[in-house]
């Protein structure tokens, strides 16, 4: 058994749309992982299930030997962070202190405690003490982005799901995000689920890839294997990295088309 374990996950809202269908997969604990897939292929939805906020229509997800169909929604968001797609449709408490608070005083953690938490993720997200007293309406989108994933650390969980990180946001600060996700990952052994529409983002931080097209996996495999297999880039409607079609545009020449950064780029170079 892995640390989360999915099988035959089926999800259809209320109103009739069947987001999931047969969707199995499992992740280890410490893993650093990307999901991918066009707008509605079904990976927002996937992770409300991993999180407990939705439970399968049928199937099961199963996360540290805990069926989300018999937890209580505070035992799954203790396991599984999930950070909102847009950080500004989480954050609502006055204070970014309060905001970061609200998730362990929600699961009845003591005041002395939830106090301990705040100050902990505070310091892990990098956020200081000015800031903890400001309204999260008043910071740059990259220092909100800081407080939503401070906001689920809080929570401790072992996984954490971060939708669209770096969405409008500039080369630098995607890669400030990024870097310090890599640091939950390795420092901090959080597993971290990355979802993602920048293939550049995917090939630079994360070797496994979760593909997904109109509610079912397509796909569970390396970034090399996945990027250099056009079927399923065709399925899942995206393109590979820059560097890895320009390595495929060059493959008359030896390249292999499976190049995810510049520095395979001038090695495969150097070897032909
Ligand atoms: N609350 C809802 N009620 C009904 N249908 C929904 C709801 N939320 C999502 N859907 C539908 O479920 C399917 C999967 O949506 P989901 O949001 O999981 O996709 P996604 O891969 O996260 O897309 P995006 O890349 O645009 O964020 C889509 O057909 C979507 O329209
Ligand atoms: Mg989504």
Redo the contacts with the bound molecule.
Sequence with gaps: MSYVDVIDLAYT?P?G?Q?LHGVTLSIESGEMLSLI??????????SKCLNGLLLPTSGNVVVDGHDSKSSSISDMVRRVGYVF?NPDHQLFNPTCRDEIAYGPRNIGIREPEVTERVEEAATVVGLGSEHLTEHPFFLTKGLRQRVAIAAILALRPRVIIVDEPTTGQDARQAREIMGFLTTLNREHGHTIIIIT?DMDIVAAYTERILA?AK?TLIADNSAREIFSNPAIMERASLAPPQITRLAQALGDMGIHPGVLSLDEMIAAFEGS
């Design positions: 809202y109103d749309t987001a897939g066009q707008n509605g292929s079904g990976k927002t939805t996937l797609q529409h997904m509610g």
